[in-house]
């Protein structure tokens, strides 16, 4: 079965760090472009960052660029998301996510709060 | 920044009845536009793709038409399941936004 199952989330304070992780079965990461969405609280989705098959491209939106960094470890088939400085405005659920022409397969969300 | 905006915000209708969804970008993205159902809870699931595209196992009263900027997803006879947010997003160019939902409630 192809899926995707997010972890890491949890509470922490404004300036802290977090690793989300991201584990692929049923296809290899490495041959498709690789996403995070979040989804604030009551609100639509956002596209946060992604990276292509053989790691040549990334984006990253505005709002979290120089803070957030996309990554793969291809032998472990994982996707990860990198998170510094974290702001009370980066609170959702994070979505990790396949894109091909559209995003085909979603996790299930892990949820990212940051307050003092 | 391309912006997708997304009309009405909320729609109200019957089981039954056909829903007529838009979805406007402020610059043209082709025929690069996806539409997305969230239920409460869970994740996004993909409907459509390349404006009129269904994903694998999406029932064929849900259909998506148009192009440039102009775009429209429609459900025809609505199932009780069917109620729920729908997200148009494209992906034109970088970045890929997402329109900010419309909620289809039962009426």
């Known amino acids: 079965e192809v899926q995707v199952v997010e972890s890491g989330g949890g509470l922490v304070q404004p300036g802290e760090s977090l690793r989300l992780s991201c584990a692929a079965s049923?296809?290899?990461?490495?041959?498709?472009?690789m996403t995070w969405v979040r989804q604030a609280p009551g609100k639509g989705l956002e596209w946060v960052a992604n990276?292509?098959?053989?790691?040549?491209?990334?984006n990253y939106v505005d709002s979290v660029k120089g803070r957030f960094t996309i990554s793969r470890d291809d032998a472990r088939n994982l996707l990860y998301l990198q998170m510094n400085s974290l702001r009370a405005e980066d609170t959702a659920v994070y979505y990790c996510?396949?894109?091909?022409?559209?995003?085909?397969?979603w996790g299930q969300g892990t949820t990212v709060t940051v307050s003092s | 920044e391309i912006v997708l905006t997304q009309s009405p915000a909320t729609l109200s209708l019957s089981p039954g009845e056909r829903a007529t969804l838009s979805c406007r970008a402020s610059q043209s993205v082709g025929s690069y536009l996806a539409w997305y159902q969230q239920k409460p809870g869970q994740a996004p699931r993909l409907l459509i793709y390349d404006a009129y595209k269904r994903a694998t196992g999406i029932p064929d009263r849900f259909s998506g038409s148009g192009s440039g900027t102009d775009f429209t997803l429609t459900i025809s006879g609505l199932e009780p399941e069917d109620f729920a947010v729908y997200y148009c997003?494209?992906?034109?160019?970088?970045?890929?936004?997402f329109g900010q939902g419309t909620r289809l409630e039962i009426k």
């Open positions: 997003q494209h992906r034109s160019n970088w970045p890929n936004t």
């Open positions: 049923g296809f290899i990461v490495s041959t498709y472009w």
């Open positions: 990276l292509n098959g053989d790691g040549s491209v990334v």
């Open positions: 996510a396949r894109a091909r022409e559209a995003i085909d397969v």
